[in-house]
Nanobody
């Protein structure tokens, strides 16, 4: 399993953009899925976006069209580009990796084995 470290969080006004990075200690090409999850205050962790080995992506309905997940296998880094941010996007964002070939619900956390420590995103009105 790879070790994951997120970065790129910060404070931004509504309508602004941020790009989160997830640096892996090993080859992310060995993963079957990688994803971004977030936890807002008083809320459970929810799936935001996921990407498989071939680059196929899944997004939650609330971020579809605004966020883009992508990866650089050569640099072993996963990214989340967040545009048109809203206050409800605020929360702790976590990078995760799955080694399962049979993950069907890519935005559900149970399919992922490796997790980063999180990076905080705050969007003000």
């Amino acid at each position: 399993q790879v070790q994951l470290v997120e970065s790129g969080g910060g404070s931004v006004q509504a309508g602004g953009s941020l790009t989160l990075s997830c640096a892996a200690s090993g080859d992310i090409a060995s993963t079957h899925y990688m994803g971004w999850f977030r936890r807002a205050p008083y809320e459970g962790r929810e799936g935001v976006a996921a990407i498989d080995r071939d680059g196929s992506t899944d997004y939650s309905g609330s971020v579809q069209g605004r966020f883009t997940i992508f990866k650089d296998n050569a640099e072993n880094t996963l990214y989340l580009r967040m545009n048109t941010l809203r206050p409800e996007d605020s929360g702790m964002y976590y990078c995760a990796a799955s080694y399962s070939r049979y993950v069907r619900e890519t935005l559900q956390e149970y399919g992922y084995q490796s997790w980063g420590q999180g990076t905080l995103v705050t969007v003000s009105s």
